[in-house]
């Protein structure tokens, strides 16, 4: 056999532990997933966790390694969720899988999630060619505009309203989704919203580890050096911004399997609650941008505390000023943005990625850099 | 008779802002492995001409041919393939990245693994990431900068920036190497070791340098020919003994 390197080493550590955890899983679905909190609470939020950690991760690529504020991120969620939604829709009409079951259905939802993804870079393309000429501020609002334009578009496509397709109307909501599990589905295909997640995750990861994530983060450095180092800057941006639109639909496709029922103003900018491309930009800021370990965890940690200040048992046994202040998420949100900035300016992880097989390490350095920071200001007293 | 072809030859160059000619008719030659000097007064048109040789700036006259090719409509990235490398007046890294990763990212154009590649994690894509560290390691060596290789960038001292601003330009596998003032703002240590790693460099790779500077006994030790800008305008160019002896170049600097 080939002796692995330490990097070959770390991915095959991974790999491992990837499977194993997976697998454990499947085992804890399989034991408690029929009945109580665990059908009702815990599956749904993994869903819900699931697409928003897909989400931010991918905004992080044109937010935190490319550079460019893109403020439109859930109008290519809209796209993927709606595109899934349809795209089974018509399977199911066309008698292809029945109440969700079968082999086909698993090839249909993976069809589905593939196709919001493709669908929705293709919009990244059209969008991300002429916006990616502008800069900043402007970029801003070009993307603000796109998230808001995308939405009255599904709003007015006949097809994409009240029961879809051939028998739809042009409305705001979808009611009819070939995918959209219940709480039983939710349980039963669990291992399908891992998979995708982990897969995509995966894949992110791998871009910024390679030559295009170089790039990249070197346009976002300084991006007149990076053209003048023979990078094609408008080529890697739109490569980018088309990568990271194809997650957002996958994460879209997540989305129509977790709602019965779409509804366009839940993509809307305006939207007060998770799903809202502001709030996207709030997660991968607060995990620290060019770090995908953070997007995640970010994610995870935005889903539980919007989860709670909304549905906690503990919020009735807070003051009622309090309480007033949970009446608005939006200002929780800021607050821990505001707090998050003012300890750790870089986000919770800065540019840091976690690693299993370099965790040792970097344990003993930082052990070692607080001893010798300690060491010194012990000098320091002692001298003055 | 056969002429050797220049690695770089500008054919009334020019440009103008406005009603502003910032550059006219400028006329260089300069041949593989020479090393000529840009001088000239404080805004006489120095970092124009070097924004046109690297395509930047887009010429209203003129054309720049880079070993034989004109290079007239093309993009910043196009004049590095073709082999021109810059470094900048105000020091331009990639602050937030890694010694090494600055000049792996410049050796980005001729990568030729694909997305798949990377996604998969193939045979291939390791082979090219292990020569691609291999070769920065190389450049990084001869900059003197190999044991800095994992801290960032923007923690370098000035001086050794600089450096790794000409690390990352070498890694362009270029033919042509353009000097926007390397020395400013160093000391005399700093620019004595500057001017051995350009010595290697001009060695090892046989690259023609064009050089900005204003350190005149930098200029006159080193540069084989200088050519003298003012006002956009070419006023003298030959060996460095004649240009120290040109009473229109003294007038330029000291005033008349």
């Given at each position: 056999m080939k002796k692995l390197g330490r990097t070959g080493q770390g991915y095959l550590l991974n790999t491992i532990i990837i499977v194993l955890l997976f697998t454990a899983a499947q085992l804890v679905t399989a034991a408690?997933?029929?009945?109580?909190s665990f059908k009702l609470v815990l599956v749904p939020s993994i869903w819900q966790c699931c697409y928003l950690m897909i989400l931010a991760a991918s905004l992080n690529l044109v937010?935190?390694?490319?550079?460019q504020l893109s403020l439109g991120h859930c109008g290519f969620m809209a796209v993927g969720a709606y595109t899934a939604a349809l795209l089974s829709l018509a399977c199911e009409r066309a008698e292809l899988?029945?109440?969700?079951?079968g082999v086909v259905f698993i090839l249909v939802l993976f069809a589905c999630v593939l196709a919001a993804g493709i669908l929705s870079a293709l919009i990244g393309l059209l969008v991300g060619i002429p916006a990616l000429r502008l800069k900043g501020d402007y970029l801003a609002i070009i993307t603000l505009g796109f998230g808001m334009i995308i939405i009255n578009i599904i709003n007015n496509l006949p097809f994409c309203g009240q029961d879809g397709l051939a028998q739809g109307s042009a409305a705001a909501s979808l009611y009819k989704n070939g995918l959209g599990f219940g709480t039983k589905s939710k349980v039963e295909f669990l291992w399908a919203a891992l998979l995708v997640t982990i897969v995509s995750v995966t894949l992110m990861f791998m871009f910024v580890r390679s030559k295009y994530g170089r790039a990249i983060r070197a346009i976002r450095d300084d991006e007149i050096a990076a053209a003048a180092s023979g990078i094609n800057t408008s080529y890697y941006k739109v490569l980018t911004f088309v990568y990271s639109a194809f997650f957002a639909g996958v994460a879209g496709a997540l989305y129509s399997c977790a709602n019965a029922t779409l509804s366009t103003s839940s993509f809307a900018f305006t939207n007060g609650g998770i799903l809202n491309s502001t709030f996207i930009v709030v997660m991968v800021v607060l995990g620290g941008m060019g770090s995908i370990t953070g997007s995640v965890t970010a994610a995870v940690i935005m889903f539980f505390i919007n989860y709670q200040i909304k549905n906690g048992s503990w919020v009735d046994s807070l003051p009622a000023a309090v309480q007033a202040v949970f009446q608005y998420p939006m200002l929780v949100y800021a607050i821990v943005l505001i707090v998050v900035i003012m300890f750790r300016p870089r986000g919770i992880f800065g540019s840091y990625e976690f690693s299993l097989i370099n965790l040792k390490r970097e344990l003993k350095a930082a052990l070692e850099r607080r001893a010798a920071a300690k060491a010194e200001r012990k000098e320091a007293r002692s001298n003055g | 008779m056969a002429e050797k072809t220049p690695a770089l030859e500008t054919r009334k160059l020019g440009i103008s802002f406005g009603g502003l000619k910032a550059v006219n008719d400028f006329n260089i030659k300069i041949y593989p492995g020479e090393l000529v000097g840009l001088i000239g007064p404080n805004g006489a048109g120095k970092t124009t001409v070097f924004n046109l040789l690297t395509g930047v700036y887009a010429p209203t006259e003129g054309t720049v041919i880079l070993d034989g090719q004109p290079l007239n409509g093309k993009k910043t990235y196009q004049f590095v393939a073709a082999g021109v490398a810059r470094t900048f007046q105000n020091i331009r890294l990639?602050?937030?990245?890694t010694v090494i990763e600055n000049v792996k990212a410049a050796f980005t154009k001729d990568v030729d693994y694909n997305l798949f590649h990377a996604s998969f994690r193939t045979k291939k894509f390791w082979e090219t990431e292990k020569k691609l560290t291999d070769k920065a390691m190389e450049l990084l060596d001869i900059c003197g900068l190999a044991d800095k290789a994992?801290?960032?960038?923007?923690?370098?001292?000035y001086g050794r920036q600089r450096k790794l601003e000409i690390a990352r330009a070498l890694a362009t596998d270029m033919k042509l190497l353009l000097l926007d003032e390397p020395a400013a703002g160093m000391n005399p240590t700093e620019t004595a070791e500057l001017l051995e790693c350009i010595n290697t460099i001009r060695k090892r790779f046989g690259v023609a340098i064009l050089l900005i500077e204003h350190d005149m006994s930098l200029v006159m030790n080193i540069c084989q020919r200088i050519q003298v800008i003012d006002y956009g305008q070419t006023i003298a160019s030959g060996l460095p003994e004649e240009i120290a002896a040109n009473p229109r170049v003294i007038a330029a600097y000291l005033g008349e």
């Open positions: 408690f997933g029929g009945e109580g937010l935190g390694f490319l550079g899988f029945k109440d969700k079951e | 990639f602050r937030n990245m994992d801290v960032l960038a923007s923690s370098l001292p």
